[in-house]
């Protein structure tokens, strides 16, 4: 099955909204979902020098996962963060995969950056996973690095430059 990444905004919080909630108990422990569809909304309101969020869909047009890029960073660092999760029923196919190597296209050449970061927490393995699959590499551990479900958490930090991605060549 084809996946292509769309550009999410805040008109998109209803399908998104309701996608997350029935997600849950893929996401949980690791992320708890949006408080209201409105936090979400906000958040996919956010200017796109500070986030840009992808829907992967099927040629369907199915939403089955999203990738955030937050953080941006331009002048001589050029970098993002990177998060994504998958939707239920669309786990475990390797859909996410295929649109993550598609934003990580984007994220090198549409958006000009040229190195790109990931915190996936160390019992995650799936994830984990993922974006070593993709070519990042492990840098290290931030102990409490991030407050999630009322309690700070280590994350592995990983992460990916232009030169290591196929096709780019820095």
């Known amino acids: 099955?084809?996946?292509?990444p769309v550009r999410l905004g805040p008109g998109d919080a209803p399908e998104l909204f309701a996608a997350i909630m029935r997600s849950q108990a893929l996401h949980l422990p690791w992320a708890?979902?949006?408080a209201s569809e409105d936090e979400l909304r906000?958040?996919?309101a956010q200017?796109?020098?500070a986030r840009v969020s992808y829907g992967v869909r099927t040629g369907a047009g199915d939403l089955v996962g999203v990738v955030n890029l937050t953080a941006i960073i331009r002048g001589p660092f050029q970098n993002c963060f990177l998060s994504y999760y998958a939707?239920?029923?669309f786990e475990g196919r390797g859909l996410m995969r295929a649109g993550l190597a598609t934003v990580l296209d984007l994220v090198f050449g549409e958006h000009v950056l040229h190195r790109v970061e990931a915190n996936v927490q160390p019992g995650n393995a799936r994830s984990a996973r993922?974006?070593?699959g993709l070519g990042f590499r492990l840098e290290g551990q931030s102990p409490r690095y991030l407050r999630i479900g009322g309690e700070w958490r280590d994350h592995d930090h990983y992460?990916?430059?232009a030169e290591e991605w196929p096709?780019?060549?820095g």
Do not use: H
Not at 1 to 4: G, K, L
């Open 1 to 4: 099955m084809t996946v292509r």
């Open 32 to 34: 708890p979902p949006p």
């Open 42 to 44: 906000a958040s996919l």
């Open 47 to 49: 200017p796109a020098d």
């Open 87 to 89: 939707l239920t029923p």
């Open 130 to 132: 993922l974006v070593r």
């Open 159 to 161: 992460a990916l430059t």
């Open 167 to 169: 096709g780019q060549g």
